[in-house]
């Protein structure tokens, strides 16, 4: 089975960048080159994993993902949990359970045909983030904030 693992993303230090890679040393874990243009990335990938840690407002990967018809496992933090439509656009996992990620992964690794299927709705859901749209949206908030 020809499955890699591509790391894209910053280190908080040179010394943990360090520490992953030799911890983790494995001819099909690869660090990218972290600002590398998303057009070279999301087309030569299956699934997108976005572990944050943290609780951020907007997962901006996810939708970014999912515009390239790209499913993304994502923790269940933040924001992400409102932009991942679960079993449709991808899967969300407990950051917390390195089980529960390790599970979802090997969910599509026996599963590729899910995959495929998801494609279109990630396309679909990725339109409702473009920025006509959005901006659409808070116009409309706006006005109805005007006119009370």
């Not at 572990?51 to 933090?77: D, Q």
Request: net charge negative; proline share 5%; with cysteine.
């Amino acid at each position: 089975m020809g499955i890699s693992l591509y790391l894209w993303g910053e280190y908080s230090t040179a010394d943990y960048k360090k520490y992953i890679e030799n911890t983790y040393e494995n001819p099909r874990i690869h660090n990218m080159n972290y600002e590398e243009s998303i057009d070279n990335i999301y087309p030569n990938i299956d699934v997108c994993i976005v572990p944050s840690n943290v609780k951020e407002a907007f997962g901006r990967v996810v939708v970014e993902a999912n515009s390239f018809g790209v499913p993304v496992i994502g923790s269940s933090r933040g924001g992400i949990p409102e932009i991942i439509i679960n079993n449709k656009t991808g899967l969300l996992f407990d950051i917390e359970d390195q089980r529960d990620l390790l599970e979802k992964m090997l969910f599509f690794i026996n599963n590729p045909d899910v995959i495929r299927s998801m494609a279109p709705h990630c396309l679909a859901h990725a339109r409702n983030f473009l920025y006509g749209k959005i901006t659409k949206q808070y116009l409309e908030v706006y006005k109805k904030i005007i006119c009370k």
